[in-house]
């Protein structure tokens, strides 16, 4: 029947989450929460970073994902174990403005869409919640969300539950069949009094993608700064998130006119980013090339907000967690990198396995499913090991505990070049036990507090350290159109960049790479990103120490791990 629950968790961060680790009772951090400047913060003003995993609830079922797989609270805590602290919960808007939607039982739900299997996958797994109305249901989700210590964002996804998004699907812009502008903010004002005096729904997402043949700039000026004040009115301690124009990628209208509302410390704006939102440009391009155009435009359509004092949650980004898609690979890639330039809050699409409905097709895999099709184990551990210094804050108010310092990432594996002794050659290695760098004015790599620098020594040798650092060896300059290679010349005048040697996770120096024109290499050995941090370094636990974990997989500002017999 395929909804029979796990058995014993297979991955390491299931098993170790749910047989040594737990949090200590009580909140992370302060809620609600506040902006302060670009950065999200709690209420004694600390950074709270937002990484967050989508959960989809607005297909036509209307019901949380994944609910016939397994049970809810097992669920909250796999998104607990992989590392994520909220969710970004979609809801249709009809749930709030439907009543006879609204009150439907989960049961009725399924049985009107034919859905028998799913409703026997309830029954097994969360047979509490098969008899309560969607609306209840729905609460129920967030509640056991809140009672992991994982913060909720509830995403207005669509107005009539189904697949999201086309140019023409009536759901797109203000004024579309199913998207009365009055409707959404009767909905708005409703779901916001539904949480008000729920502490985990920490922010709203008004609208989803607004996009298709009817977007103007100023209905969305008149539209979403009265859905804003309604949300604000009805729920004052909820972040308001605000999505642009095209598909959520255009906010260049705001660089004339500024938005203008009656609150302060609340507003978010929100993009979303995928390696399709450029068409097949990653398979066709070349791969430095592309990233150098898009994470420019992205910088350039939304990015600007950051400057502008804004925080810029990045709702949306996903890939095929297959692994086998090179349009994803390589966008993921450049992604990851510019995500931890800007140390952005972040959404990751998505957490479905499967889904109940799908566009037709009853039980249809999500290959963009952080879980697999059953719900019980990840789909692809190596990508949790990519994504894990982004769920981190590495900057912002609070965080500043230490001097400024930079890393030196290594978006394709996550990790971060370390020196393990002044013995060995350096390597990639948790990015917690990266030493403190420099970047000099003169172009030099430095260990902070030594005069020791990093130093080409010969094609296909390693890189290391040394204490003569004027010589050409040891000047670094970021190369190419990603700012990603990390280039100098040797002695002879031959210029090699930085690589790796992935048989030992040497750091070592070759060619450089996939510059220009080549449509067919692959530059993320090559990649490399100088990072600025302000956080203090984690301290080791014992999971650590006997190798159970990689150092810092549990460091979160202002979270405390107790450590329970096994």
């Given at each position: 029947m395929g909804h029979n629950r796990c058995s014993l968790p297979t991955t390491l961060s299931f098993l170790i989450f749910s047989a040594i680790y737990v949090f200590s009772q009580g909140p992370a951090m302060g809620l609600p929460l506040y902006t302060n400047s670009r950065w999200i913060v709690d209420e004694d003003g600390n950074r709270v970073k937002l990484a967050c995993v989508n959960w989809p609830s607005h297909l036509e079922p209307v019901v949380a994902e994944g609910l016939s797989k397994q049970p809810l609270n097992s669920i909250s805590n796999k998104i607990v174990s992989m590392g994520f602290n909220c969710v970004r919960f979609t809801w249709p808007l009809f749930l709030a403005t439907n009543n006879s939607l609204a009150s439907l039982t989960v049961r009725q739900s399924f049985q009107r869409l034919g859905l028998v299997e799913a409703i026997a996958g309830i029954q097994v797994n969360n047979p509490s919640v098969l008899?309560?109305?969607?609306?209840?249901?729905?609460?129920?989700?967030?509640?056991?969300?809140?009672?992991?210590?994982?913060?909720?964002?509830?995403?207005?996804?669509?107005?009539?539950?189904?697949?999201?998004?086309?140019?023409?699907?009536?759901?797109?812009?203000?004024?579309d069949r199913y998207f009365d502008p009055e409707l959404w903010i009767k909905g708005l004002t409703r779901m916001a009094t539904l949480f008000n005096g729920t502490s985990a729904v920490v922010g709203m997402s008004l609208r989803n993608e607004l996009r298709g043949p009817k977007q103007t700039v100023s209905a969305w000026y008149r539209y979403m700064q009265r859905g804003a004040e309604a949300v604000h009115s009805a729920n004052p301690n909820i972040l308001v998130i605000l999505s642009g124009l095209s598909f959520d990628k255009d906010f260049t209208f705001l660089l004339n006119q500024p938005i203008s509302l009656t609150f302060t410390g609340k507003l978010v704006f929100e993009a979303h980013w995928y390696a399709f939102s450029d068409g097949q440009s990653w398979a066709t391009g070349n791969p430095n090339q592309v990233c150098g155009t898009?994470?420019?435009?992205?910088?350039?359509?939304?990015?600007?907000?950051?400057?502008?004092?804004?925080?810029?949650?990045?709702?949306?980004?996903?890939?095929?967690?297959?692994?086998?898609?090179?349009?994803?690979?390589?966008f993921l890639n450049c992604m990851i990198g510019v995500a931890a330039e800007f140390d952005l809050d972040w959404a990751l699409w998505t957490l479905t396995g499967n889904y109940y409905l799908r566009?037709?097709?009853?039980?249809?895999?999500?290959?963009?499913?952080?879980?697999?099709?059953?719900?019980?184990?990840?789909?692809?551990?190596?990508?949790?090991?990519?994504?894990?210094?982004?769920q981190s804050p590495l900057q912002g108010p609070g965080i500043s505990e230490s001097r400024p310092f930079k890393i030196i990432f290594h978006p394709a594996t996550g990790l971060c070049v370390v020196r393990k002794s002044l013995?060995?050659?350096?390597?990639?290695?948790s990015c917690t036990e990266s030493d403190h760098w420099s970047y000099t004015p003169q172009e030099n790599l430095v260990i902070k507090g030594t005069y020791l620098c990093l130093q080409a020594n010969d094609v296909g040798k390693p890189a290391k350290l040394g204490v003569i650092c004027t010589g050409s060896n040891s000047k670094w300059v970021e190369t190419s159109d990603s700012k990603m290679h990390l280039s100098t010349s040797l002695e002879n005048g031959n210029t090699v960049c930085l690589d790796v040697d992935h048989s030992t996770k040497t750091i070592v120096t070759n060619p450089c790479a996939c510059l220009k024109r080549d449509n067919q290499c692959d530059p993320g050995s090559?990649?490399?990103?100088?990072?600025?941090?302000?956080?203090?370094?984690c301290i080791k636990t014992p999971a650590q120490t006997i190798g159970l974990l990689p150092e810092g997989y549990l460091c979160q500002s202002g979270e405390q791990l107790s450590i329970q017999n096994m």
């Open positions: 008899d309560l109305s969607l609306i209840q249901a729905f609460q129920v989700v967030v509640s056991n969300l809140g009672d992991n210590n994982v913060m909720v964002i509830l995403d207005n996804h669509i107005s009539k539950p189904g697949w999201c998004c086309s140019r023409n699907d009536e759901n797109g812009f203000f004024g898009v994470a420019g435009n992205l910088m350039r359509t939304a990015g600007f907000l950051l400057d502008k004092g804004y925080p810029l949650f990045l709702s949306e980004w996903g890939v095929d967690q297959r692994g086998a898609n090179v349009n994803d690979n390589r566009e037709g097709v009853i039980g249809m895999d999500e290959t963009y499913g952080i879980l697999n099709w059953d719900w019980c184990d990840a789909r692809n551990s190596s990508f949790l090991q990519k994504i894990s210094v982004l013995f060995e050659p350096l390597q990639l290695g090559q990649w490399f990103k100088i990072v600025n941090v302000t956080r203090t370094p």
